[in-house]
């Protein structure tokens, strides 16, 4: 069955703006905003907690099989710091934000990361790890890459991809 809407990741190295954006995305298209950090946690697709990294050990196998009904309805804007799990099949484009490193560092020490994991997000972001990810798991068409260092930057980053939407809904309207 074709979707009728179409599936978004928002991906890229915490602190890069992914909530804010699928937020403000969610609210001018209708689409839903889908925060996977919240799935995995409500529908327990995990094996435990990460102490070392402060994060969820996530079951991809139990998460994929979470999302799969939603994914083939389409309309979801994926917010995750990670791409590469998705099957391409399910999604139509992959937003990879960025960020300078300036800025991503007192967004982290804002949140009060510990110098260790706020230094791993930091050598991250400078290794363009997630935009890598993106562009080895999705056909090259469909990855684009966007800076979110300013506010002016998010209201184009959303301007351009509600953009993307309205025309992806005439292109593939029945
Ligand atoms: P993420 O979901 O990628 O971890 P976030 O949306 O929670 O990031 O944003 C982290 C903080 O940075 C939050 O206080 C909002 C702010 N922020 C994000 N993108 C921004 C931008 N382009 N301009 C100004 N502030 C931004």
């Not at 905003?33 to 050990?57: L, P, R, T």
């Not at 791993?120 to 990855?143: F, H, K, P, W």
Request: proline share 2%; with cysteine.
């Amino acid at each position: 069955m074709a979707r009728t809407q179409p599936n978004i990741i928002v991906t890229g190295t915490p602190g890069v703006g992914k909530t804010t954006h699928c937020e403000m995305l969610a609210e001018r298209t209708g689409l839903r905003h889908v925060s996977i950090n919240q799935i995995v946690k409500d529908k327990e697709c995990h094996e435990g907690w990460d102490d070392e990294f402060g994060c969820w050990i996530v079951d991809e196998d139990k998460l994929l099989d979470a999302m799969e009904d939603e994914a083939k309805v389409g309309g979801s804007i994926i917010d995750w710091h990670a791409c590469d799990l998705f099957p391409e099949s399910w999604i139509d484009l992959v937003v990879v934000l960025r960020v300078d490193s300036t800025t991503l560092y007192d967004r982290l020490a804002a949140r009060k990361y510990p110098e260790a994991k706020l230094q791993e997000n930091l050598d991250s972001e400078i290794m363009e790890v997630l935009l890598q990810e993106a562009r080895d798991s999705y056909a090259e068409q469909m990855v684009v890459e966007l800076q979110s260092n300013t506010s002016d930057d998010m209201d184009s980053n959303v301007d351009r991809i509600e953009q993307w939407i309205m025309q992806w809904r005439k292109d593939n309207a029945e």
